[in-house]
C-alpha cells in the first residue's frame, strides 16, 4: 500500500496538473450590436486557449510571451442584451459577462423603380445562388493572416452607415448590412488588412467584387468596383491596391460598399478600424 502511494506521489511530482493564472478582459467598454470588440489574455504561460462566444469560437494569437489578442463580435443579427464569454486556457476556464447595447438605427426613406426592386425568377435564382457561393466561402476557417490594425479603403466619407434601416417604396425594409464610402469613379479602394482573396467576380447586386480572408474567421467584401485589380488566391498586405472605384451592379452611381463577416456574422466595419491593434 505504502509503494503504491509513494508512486502516485511521484506521478503528481513529476507530471503535475496544467493550472494557469490569467487575466481576461474586453474592450471597448462600450458594445453595440454588430461591433467588433477585442478579448486580452495576460497569462505568463505558453499555450493555445480558446473562447467561445454564443455558439462562436473566438481565435487567439499570442503578441507576447504569454500574451493573446482575439477578435469577436455577437454580429448584428443577436438581439441586444448580456452574454457569456468563456474563455479556455490549458485546464482553466474564466467567464467574463458583457452587456450588448441595442444599435442607434436611423430609418431613410427610398424611392426606386420597381425593377430595381422586385427581381425577375431568373435574376432571383442568380442572386441566391451567388450569396450561397460567398457564404460557403466565408464560414471557411484559416488560420492568423492579418496584422496590427484594421483600416479604411478609402479615405473619403461614409455615406451610409451600418445598421440603417431602409423603406424602399414606402413598404420593402431593409438593414443596410455594411457601410457606403463615396468615392469617385476611378478612385483606387485599398485592402483594410492583410489576407488571402478568396473571391472576385461580378455578381448581380454587388457588380465587380472582391472578398479577402484575413483569417480568424474574418473576411471583408468589396462591392460595386469599376475594376478588380486582383486574382483568388492572391495574398496581400494592408493598403495594397484591389480594385477601382465603380457603379457596377445594383448602384445608383459611384460609391463603394464594404462588408465584413466574422464567424458568418454580419459586423460593423466602422468598430473594428477603432480598435487598438
Known amino acids: 500500500m505504502l509503494k503504491n502511494i509513494a ?9 503535475p496538473a496544467t493550472a494557469f493564472c490569467f487575466d481576461v478582459s474586453v474592450s471597448p467598454g462600450t458594445i453595440r450590436q454588430g461591433d467588433v470588440f477585442v478579448v486580452r489574455i495576460k497569462s505568463g504561460e505558453i499555450a ?23 477578435l469577436s463580435s455577437t454580429g448584428i443579427e443577436q438581439p441586444p442584451g448580456n452574454y457569456n464569454i468563456r474563455v479556455h486556457l490549458g485546464n482553466e476556464t474564466k467567464t467574463v459577462r ?18 430595381k426592386v422586385t427581381l425577375s425568377p431568373e435574376d432571383e435564382r442568380r442572386a441566391e445562388n451567388e450569396i450561397s457561393i460567398m457564404r460557403a466561402k466565408w464560414l471557411k476557417r484559416t488560420g492568423h493572416l492579418w496584422h496590427g490594425r484594421f483600416s ?18 414606402g413598404h420593402k425594409k431593409s438593414i443596410h448590412k455594411g457601410v457606403d464610402y463615396r468615392g469617385r469613379r476611378g ?7 492583410s489576407g488571402v482573396v478568396s473571391l472576385t467576380g461580378r455578381q448581380f447586386f454587388g457588380g465587380n467584387t472582391v472578398m479577402i480572408d484575413h483569417g480568424d474567421g474574418i473576411f471583408s467584401i468589396y462591392m460595386h468596383l469599376d475594376k478588380i ?10 493598403s495594397d491596391v484591389i480594385g477601382l472605384v465603380g457603379s457596377t451592379g445594383r448602384a445608383t452611381g459611384p460609391h463603394l460598399h464594404l462588408t465584413v463577416k466574422w464567424e458568418g456574422l454580419t459586423v460593423n ?9
Open 7 to 15: 508512486a502516485l506521489i511521484l506521478v503528481f511530482i513529476l507530471y
Open 48 to 70: 493555445d486557449p480558446y473562447g467561445i462566444v454564443g455558439k462562436n469560437k473566438i481565435n487567439f494569437h499570442m503578441t507576447s510571451p504569454g500574451n493573446y489578442i482575439g
Open 98 to 115: 458583457i452587456h450588448v447595447r441595442a444599435i442607434k438605427s436611423k430609418k431613410i426613406l427610398i424611392q426606386l423603380p420597381d425593377d
Open 152 to 169: 479604411p479603403p478609402l479615405e473619403t466619407a461614409v455615406s451610409t452607415k451600418f445598421g440603417i434601416l431602409r423603406i424602399i417604396n
Open 187 to 193: 478612385m483606387r479602394v485599398k485592402a483594410i488588412n
Open 229 to 238: 485589380l486582383v486574382k483568388e488566391g492572391q495574398r496581400i498586405n494592408r
Open 269 to 277: 466595419p466602422l468598430s473594428l478600424f477603432s480598435l487598438p491593434l
